[in-house]
């Protein structure tokens, strides 16, 4: 079956360092999404990439999807406290019954 | 408007017992989803819905019984708790369609199975 890799799975960084996570999947994806989950919290849709080599922005947040659509990544610019939490990317391969979650990368910011 | 409401937010089973977890949202949305999040193993789709009266399995069902009677609502069933089913459940929903539809989660219910 389908499997979405996500590495690293934790990072620590000082704050206003950058940071990246980056999602892999055994399959060619139709689109994917990232999530944000606050510690005890639940995830927080943040945006869906679709096109091949597709790069949206968020303020401080860029997402990348990759040519191959089997690949995509998140980098946050000068990290913020603001910014902790677990951040999961999710792989849609055709139908809402063929969405893998990664494994999730927990970002931990030192102030 | 709530978006999506889980409940309870914590309970403890035995094993062997029989619950519920509840799941409603007031967006209209067509599509309804449990997942189980487990430490190191990401959110794992449990069961889906695509409207009322149409459920489907995910990837880990066993164990677990759903239906959508509504659109509205749509149940998590353990029918027989066991510890491994210890975990935090979280309902999703979205609209169907093309379009930049991500999911709105719950807030989760976080079960013990002892």
């Known amino acids: 079956g389908q499997q979405v890799m996500q590495i690293p799975q934790y990072q620590h960084v000082q704050e206003g360092e950058d940071f990246t996570t980056y999602c892999n999947s055994s399959?060619?994806?139709?689109?994917i999404q990232w999530y944000k989950q606050r510690p005890g919290g639940h995830p927080v849709f943040l945006i869906q990439l679709v096109k091949s080599g597709e790069v949206k922005k968020q303020k401080r947040l860029t997402f990348q999807f990759g040519e191959a659509k089997k690949n995509s990544s998140l980098h946050i610019t000068a990290t913020q406290t603001t910014d902790v939490g677990t951040y999961f990317c999710?792989?849609?391969?055709?139908?809402?019954?063929?969405?893998?979650f990664g494994t999730g990368t927990k970002l931990q910011v030192i102030p | 408007n709530a978006g999506v409401t889980q409940t309870p937010k914590f309970q403890v089973l035995k094993t062997g017992q029989s619950m519920t977890l509840q799941c409603a949202q007031d967006m209209n949305h067509e599509y309804m989803s449990w997942y189980r999040q487990d430490p190191g193993m990401g959110l794992r789709l449990i069961h889906y819905?695509?409207?009322?009266?149409?459920?489907d399995q995910g990837e880990v069902p066993n164990g677990y019984n759903v239906s959508r009677s509504t659109t509205e609502d749509f149940p998590l069933r353990l029918l027989s708790a066991a510890p491994s089913q210890t975990s935090v459940y979280f309902c999703a929903s979205s609209r169907l369609g093309t379009g930049t539809y991500g999911y709105t989660f719950g807030s989760g219910t976080r079960l013990t199975v002892v």
């Open positions: 999710a792989g849609f391969s055709g139908g809402y019954q063929k969405v893998t």
């Open positions: 399959t060619t994806l139709s689109n």
């Open positions: 819905s695509v409207g009322a009266g149409i459920t």
